[in-house]
């Protein structure tokens, strides 16, 4: 089945850090996603992008949807303790999400 | 406005034996999504509901697992006898408009089969 490689796996970063992740697909999407996932909670929605070459900033986090439509990244400027979780991008045709396999993250302080 | 809510949030069934999970969507969104995650990976679409309809099944794994929404409000998800490799987080999500504008995910229910 259809896959995106989302990376990295995991990261341990000191709190202050800046942190990048992104995502690729051999297929084109319409719309990219960010959600975080806290321990024992669904994903929450961080960020949406809809247009090729859109980036988009919600307080210390920055998407931008690739030009070619077929990657995404997602950049946490100074981490703090409760950015911890795990990170999954997806990319949406129309209702249907393909996520990527997340990204762990943790903040040491 | 309340949450998407799904229960139970844990279950742990012997294999063989059935289990059903429950999600109540947002109150109006006319869509509902199942999504699984076994261990580990990545997580994948089930199948989507517009009201009491099935859009899309293509992502059921097989003839085990039974969804259901009627009268389009609350759904549940029936696993019909469990197998060692059901176990994974299941969730649910709902929307307003059928699009790719973000849904609302529940907090997912924990399934173990043993």
């Known amino acids: 089945g259809q896959q995106l490689n989302q990376s990295p796996q995991s990261m341990f970063i000191q709190e202050g850090e800046d942190v990048s992740m992104n995502c690729t697909s051999s297929s084109i999407f319409n719309t990219w996603l960010w959600y975080k996932q806290d321990p024992g909670e669904g994903p929450v929605l961080l960020i949406a992008l809809y247009k090729a070459g859109e980036l988009t900033s919600n307080g210390r986090l920055t998407a931008q949807f690739g030009i070619t439509r077929k990657d995404s990244f997602l950049n946490i400027s100074a981490s703090i303790p409760s950015d911890v979780g795990i990170y999954f991008c997806?990319?949406?045709?129309?209702?249907?999400?393909?996520f990527g396999t997340g990204t762990r993250l943790k903040v040491l302080a | 406005e309340a949450g998407v809510t799904q229960f139970p949030s844990h279950s742990v069934i012997e294999k063989g034996q059935t289990v059903t999970l429950r999600c109540d969507p947002i109150?109006?969104?006319?869509?509902l999504y199942w999504y699984r995650r076994v261990m580990g990976k990545e997580i994948k679409f089930l199948l989507h509901f517009v009201k009491e309809s099935k859009q899309d099944e293509s992502g059921m794994p097989n003839n085990r697992f039974l969804a259901e929404r009627t009268g389009g409000t609350y759904s549940t998800l029936k696993v019909q006898p469990a197998e060692l490799e059901d176990s994974g987080v299941y969730f649910c999500?709902?929307?307003?408009?059928?699009?790719?504008?973000?849904?609302?995910f529940g907090s997912g229910t924990r399934l173990t089969v043993v």
């Open positions: 997806a990319g949406a045709r129309q209702y249907k999400y393909i």
């Open positions: 109150s109006g969104h006319d869509n």
């Open positions: 999500a709902s929307s307003q408009e059928t699009g790719s504008g973000g849904y609302t």
